[in-house]
């Protein structure tokens, strides 16, 4: 059997569960769109994961509500596997096998669950330690090294290791350090180019060269009194400007819905996060456009 899952924390812990409960002799990445766009050839060996339904795998488990209404399956329950709303794929996985072999990972699963479902501390964002820390370290825009071989190498330890050893682990600790530096990095440069203005967070990185990697919920405990933030920078070659927006998750009552208020501008999202690219020449004009509806949005 071969497992299709996304390359993130919910992914990994996904593959650690499903190895350990099925015969899976392969498990390959893939990107939600391609999965939409039925770019990944599906059959009935593949156990799909934290990934969009394809009607000719053997087994799914998702937990991405948008899933809903996109196939008749899905509507009537007509597929093995497991659906619904929860904080992770891989806490479906964990429920819908009920295997004592998996009690072992629960604080795993939980650290999974607060990163996939953005239900972190303060703490876990600008200070992570053990499996926060470890889950953040597995990130595909750290230059450190090959993204997938990192994620092979934690699904075997995660099975054979407790979390202390790991994290002693050359390629692991470098990368958690990494993730602790970056952190303070970016601290830095919220710090210079932020401002408030009223409830909304304005990120103007069109001014910096290089963006920290850091935890993309920092400018939350830099400004709390933002209930939403506007990250502004350039996209590749410096042809688009580029907008992410995202509903404060410790402050959560910005009314804004940012999926339906970007799709104006071309791009989308959810309720509570999306992107959008605007033109160069008009992007100016637009940014005071979107900060305006967020202001009276509230
Ligand atoms: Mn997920």
Redesign the pocket.
Known sequence: MRLIT?G?A??LACAVFITITEKIESVKFAHPKDMQDGEIDVTAGDIIC?LPFHPDCYMWF???ISEEDRDDAVKTGDFKGKFGMAP???RLVYEYYDDPQLKRYEEFLIAVDKL?SAQLDIDDVTNPKDWMLLLLSLDPRSSLGDFEYYFFELIDWIKKYDLQTIIKKPEAAVRCEYVLSETEKLKKALKNHTKLDENVIIIDFREIKTIPMGNRFLEYTLFPEGNISLRIFFGKGGLKVICAAGHNIFKRDSKTNIGKLFAKYGGGGHPGAGTCQLDINTADEQIVEIINQMKSDG
């Open positions: 996304r993130d919910d992914g934290n998702d937990h991405h992770s794929a891989a996939d």
